[in-house]
């Protein structure tokens, strides 16, 4: 596998986690937010997908940040009759945003990233010792 194919490659890789981990941040963001109007629908966690690509100009799949989803568990609700948001029975709905997940999720989208940083580390160490060796 050549330099440039590699570097890209893990680019793509570095790109698709950049994007996991906004959508993550924006799921903790908003872990503890409630409706504007009474009986109304919190927040609703965002899951991000992936999706795989022909880079016909690489001659290699890539990885891209996908559609992202709505988590269609139930909502959290507590009784808090006194809360704006409650509904008529005096309970407030709260995001389905588990922030333990969350955590658990960033950091395995940070030990992704990581992963593909130290590819492209790697790589540019392999291009440069390569270069003093044809220069010796």
């Given amino acids: 596998m050549d330099f440039d194919r590699a570097v890209k490659i893990a680019t793509s890789g570095l790109s698709a986690q950049s994007g ?3 959508v993550i941040a924006e799921n903790l963001a908003n872990a503890d937010s409630t409706a504007r109007t009474p009986g109304g629908n919190p927040y609703r966690r965002k899951v991000p997908t992936f999706t795989s690509a022909l880079d016909k100009e690489l001659g290699a799949e890539t990885v891209k940040l996908g559609k992202v989803e709505l988590d269609q568990t139930d909502f959290r609700s507590r009784y808090e009759p006194g809360h ?8 407030v709905k709260y995001p389905n945003v588990d922030p333990l997940v969350e955590m ?3 950091r395995q989208a940070q030990r992704s990233y990581e992963a593909n940083l130290n590819v492209i580390t790697a790589t540019r160490r392999m291009l440069l010792k ?6 010796a």
Avoid at 84 to 91: E, F, K, L, Q, S
Avoid at 130 to 135: A, E, P, Q, S
């Fill in 20 to 22: 996991r981990m906004r």
């Fill in 84 to 91: 704006p948001a409650a509904d008529a029975n005096g309970y």
């Fill in 130 to 135: 390569t270069l003093d060796i044809l220069r």
């Fill in 104 to 106: 658990v999720d960033m």
